[in-house]
T-cell receptor
């Protein structure tokens, strides 16, 4: 079974400050990891994903995440927050495990990011 | 590409009524997923299809919920009878997973309110 834990349901930063959203995963097989963003009243949009190539993954809108196997983590960062980054962020995990698990995403509970002027 | 299309975007109904939510996946995608999002339970996978065949429906909460995919371009999620606790945002997503890591593309969601 796979699971994802996002530490902190709410994160608040000032505009221009570092954004750090934490995600830890549990998986018995090599994982694929994703970060999705959800703006108000919209569906989820992929920010970036880790697929066992480079451990530092760069995504859209200046976000990046680093896969750390030893820490079972996949934290999302952005050097300088912008007001438009305010949204809810979801970490998710899947794997190449066969059967009914193939391609099935397990999501964390989400982290709401607030950006103050 | 138009992306994943869901209808209606908002649905308000009374307890006991039948509700049908609709989804058109991205053309060529052969996986389709239905999710439910609530404040209490977060984002839950209800059911998913591969090539129009249901693969895993273990997330469907009760027999009141049913989902079909009669063809590659259309799927429905039906709730009969509806109850207030079914109020949530329902998302449809599609993908073409040659690899399990292929991206799922989400629709805008249907916000369901059951009075």
């Amino acid at each position: 079974a796979q699971s994802v834990t996002q530490l902190g349901s709410h994160v608040s930063v000032s505009e221009g400050a570092l954004v750090l959203l934490r995600c830890n995963y549990s998986s018995s097989v090599p994982p694929y990891l994703f970060w999705y963003v959800q703006y108000p009243n919209q569906g989820l949009q992929l920010l970036l994903k880790y697929t066992s190539a480079a451990t530092l993954v760069k995504g859209i809108n200046g976000f990046e995440a680093e896969f750390k196997k030893s820490e079972t983590s996949f934290h999302l960062t952005k050097p300088s927050a912008h007001m438009s980054d305010a949204a809810e962020y979801f970490c998710a995990v899947t794997s190449n495990a066969g059967g009914t698990s193939y391609g099935k995403l397990t999501f964390g509970q989400g982290t709401i990011l607030t950006v103050h002027p | 590409d138009a992306g994943v299309i869901q209808s209606p975007r908002h649905e308000v109904t009374e307890m006991g009524q039948e509700v049908t939510l609709r989804c058109k996946p991205i053309s060529g995608h052969d996986y389709l997923f239905w999710y439910r999002q609530t404040m209490m339970r977060g984002l839950e996978l209800l059911i998913y299809f591969n090539n129009n065949v249901p693969i895993d429906d273990s997330g469907m909460p009760e027999d009141r919920f049913s989902a079909k995919m009669p063809n590659a371009s259309f799927s429905t999620l039906k709730i009969q009878p509806s109850e207030p606790r079914d109020s949530a945002v329902y998302f449809c997503a599609s993908s073409l997973p040659r690899l399990a890591a292929d991206t799922q593309y989400f629709g805008p969601g249907t916000r369901l309110t059951v009075l």
